[in-house]
Nanobody, 117 residues
Framework: QVQLVESGGGLVQAGGSLRLSCVAS????????MGWYRQAPGKARELVAD???????KYADSVKGRFTISRDNAQNTVYLQMNSLKPEDTAVYYC???????????WGQGTQVTVSS
């Protein structure tokens, strides 16, 4: 079964940086679109960024110019580099692996990011 394990979350002051990592197992990683979502208390889960197997990227307007998504297929890992963090970035961040063929989409357990002002 697919397993996604996130790391890199934590507490950071406004203006600081964090890099989130998500390591995937149990699938042909290079075939899947990968994404990062986030959910703050009382808000809907929203797409932050995604990256296709061809390395095309997409970002939410709120993070453009500050966040960068990348992938290392040899390491089965997707990253989210977060710079110039703002308090409104505070949320649980989830790694997502898109469906491919008979393999359904999968979610990681989430990692907490807290940005203080």
């Amino acid at each position: 079964q697919v397993q996604l394990v996130e790391s890199g979350g934590g507490l950071v002051q406004a203006g600081g940086s964090l890099r989130l990592s998500c390591v995937a197992s149990g699938s042909f990683f290079s075939l899947h679109t990968m994404g990062w979502y986030r959910q703050a208390p009382g808000k809907a889960r929203e797409l932050v960024a995604d990256i296709t197997r061809g390395a095309s990227t997409k970002y939410a307007d709120s993070v453009k110019g500050r966040f960068t998504i990348s992938r290392d297929n040899a390491q089965n890992t997707v990253y989210l580099q977060m710079n110039s963090l703002k308090p409104e970035d505070t949320a649980v961040y989830y790694c997502f692996q898109g469906a491919w063929g008979t393999t359904s989409g999968s979610w990681g357990q989430g990692t907490q990011v807290t940005v203080s002002s």
